[in-house]
């Protein structure tokens, strides 16, 4: 009997100790605030939290402010297995008490070339112009590089940049600057995912690598749960997007009177001003962006239009 199924027996207890391997060893991962390693990263846009999957568990975790931030700073992280399902305690020493003392950033001299990408994690991309050699971080005095610093997860980026001499936010891009150069900071739609952009710039390089139009356009999908009583100057309505909970907003009398109940519509919004909206908060979206057209739709669930602003 043991002979004739040994194969399968052997193949079985190979998979076994696959499973408790990986499982063991990207739990230790986020014990020791990294990323898994062999798992795979599920996140819906917009969502405030995300997946990962690994072969017989998955991780899951609820941002405290994005999907870019490390597993420490992250509200809740739990790990499922088949002999564990607990909440994780990631190990890691505040990054406030790590001896950061700077970045140092040394340019070619009449450099006329283009931005490169420096270096990229899944969701933030890097990005350098006229780098003369590397870019160096002085970090418990000693000097390192800002890739190994990243790749070790040594140090968060907000770190350096809350360093900055002065901090500028002007549509949706922040500019550090610091002694001899600049951080831009924007993001970006991938693939329906969201990332972030780091350009490091010579001193009052010219901002366009972020530049986006004065009046840009964009697109949300709404469920109109309710239409709440119509009044002369002011009129509510409860609007529902993929995943998220019923918000009560303010709309214009043209608007309101093309919505029905519990129809679909995709609302194009126009931004013609520099106030910086966090993307999920849907009654800002409201009140600083004009409405000015709806469409019906029957797209469901991620098929849906959700533009990033």
Same mark, same amino acid.
């Given at each position: 009997m043991f002979k004739k199924h040994k194969k399968l027996i052997l193949f079985i207890i190979?998979?076994? *100790?696959?499973f408790i391997s990986c499982s063991n060893y990207d739990y230790n991962r986020i014990k020791a605030d990294k990323k898994p390693l062999f798992a795979i990263r599920v996140y819906k846009e917009y969502s405030p939290t995300e997946t990962w999957w690994g072969l017989g568990y998955k991780i899951e975790r609820e941002f405290r402010e994005d999907p870019t931030e490390t597993f420490s700073h992250?509200?809740?992280v739990k790990f499922y297995s088949l002999f564990i399902n607990r909440d994780v305690t990631v190990e890691k020493e505040d990054v406030n008490e790590v001896a950061y003392?700077?970045?140092k950033v040394q340019f070619k001299d009449s450099c006329t070339d283009d931005v490169s990408l420096y270096y990229n994690t899944d969701d933030t991309y890097y990005y350098g112009k006229c780098i003369d050699r590397d870019i160096y971080v002085v970090l418990n005095n000693k000097t390192t590089t800002l890739k190994q610093v990243i790749k070790d997860q040594e140090l968060s980026i907000d770190t350096i940049l809350v360093n900055a001499n002065k901090i500028l936010e002007n549509n949706n891009i922040i500019t550090y600057s610091f002694d001899n150069f600049d951080i831009l900071r924007c993001n970006s739609e991938e693939e329906k995912e969201i990332v972030t952009n780091m350009y490091i710039l010579p001193k009052d390089s010219e901002d366009t690598?972020?530049?986006?139009?004065? &009046? *840009?356009k964009f697109t949300r999908t709404f469920k109109i749960v309710d239409k709440l009583e119509k009044s002369d100057d002011k009129n509510h309505i409860i609007?529902?997007?993929?995943?998220?909970i019923p918000h009560t907003v303010e709309?214009? &009398?043209e608007i309101y009177d093309e919505l029905?109940?519990?129809k679909t519509y995709e609302f194009i919004f126009s931004k013609n001003n520099d106030k910086i909206i966090d993307n999920k908060n849907v009654e800002e979206i409201f009140n600083y962006y004009d409405v000015i057209e709806v469409k019906e739709t029957d797209k469901e669930g991620e098929n849906q239009i959700n533009e990033y602003i």
């Open positions: 190979v998979l076994i *100790i696959v992250s509200k809740k003392s700077g970045m690598f972020c530049k986006k139009s004065d &009046n *840009i609007v529902e997007s993929f995943e998220d709309i214009s &009398n029905e109940k519990d």
